[in-house]
């Protein structure tokens, strides 16, 4: 399958985040691949006072700032680590939050690194953005600006058949108190790994 190229990326920002569902976000690691199909997504705009390019660029977030097709990683109450895949041109900060995956490949050491039984299930692994990266070994360190539209890299998305309009739903953002009502979240209906319906 083809990676994502950039081009894809400096589409409007809802749009890239509805076309990533389906899409299958791998990360190469020594084990072998990890892999899953993004099921749930979220989008933050220029203007959002949810996004953390509101206030204009800083260190922390300065990659959102940066080229389209470049990870934005970020830590949430000093917790869990976020995966998001900056969007639109230089300058713009605007980016989509991966939500949620159905792994797909790998499954032993995406549960390993959740710390679940091997026996978990598959919807449990990646149901959420802070399980998600912890389950794909996505950390600020490793990944925080890195080019995800390189081939020979180790975190990308691969392009997928779209998914259908009708097995889409759109509605509002959740986990956030400012922008609350923005309807920027997608996700595959019916899929177990969503996080919350």
Not at 20 to 30: A, E, F, I, S
Not at 63 to 88: D, K, Q, R
Not at 112 to 141: C, M, V, W, Y
Not at 150 to 159: A, I, K, T, Y
């Amino acid at each position: 399958m083809t990676v994502l190229p950039r081009e894809f990326y400096l589409q409007e920002t809802c749009a890239v985040a509805r076309e990533l569902l389906g899409k299958t976000l791998v990360r190469q690691t020594p084990e072998g691949p990890l892999a899953g199909t993004i099921v749930e997504t979220e989008a933050y705009l220029t203007g959002d006072p949810a996004s953390h390019a509101f206030r204009g660029p800083t260190p922390r977030n300065s990659p959102m700032f940066g080229p389209p097709g470049h990870a934005y990683v970020y830590l949430s109450y000093g917790v869990h680590e976020m995966l998001n895949l900056v969007t639109g041109p230089v300058g713009v900060g605007e980016a989509v939050l991966i939500r949620a995956a159905w792994p797909t490949e790998g499954l032993p050491l995406l549960r390993a690194n959740r710390r679940l039984p091997p026996d978990a299930p598959a919807r449990e692994i990646a149901s959420g953005p802070g399980k998600l990266a912890q389950a794909f070994g996505i950390t600020r360190a490793l990944f925080n600006g890195s080019d995800i539209c390189n081939p020979s890299g180790q975190l990308m998305v691969l392009d997928a058949p779209p998914v259908p309009g009708e097995e889409m739903v759109q509605t509002t953002r959740i986990g956030i108190t400012k922008g609350a009502e923005s309807p920027w979240r997608y996700y595959i209906k019916d899929n177990p790994a969503v996080s919350r319906r």
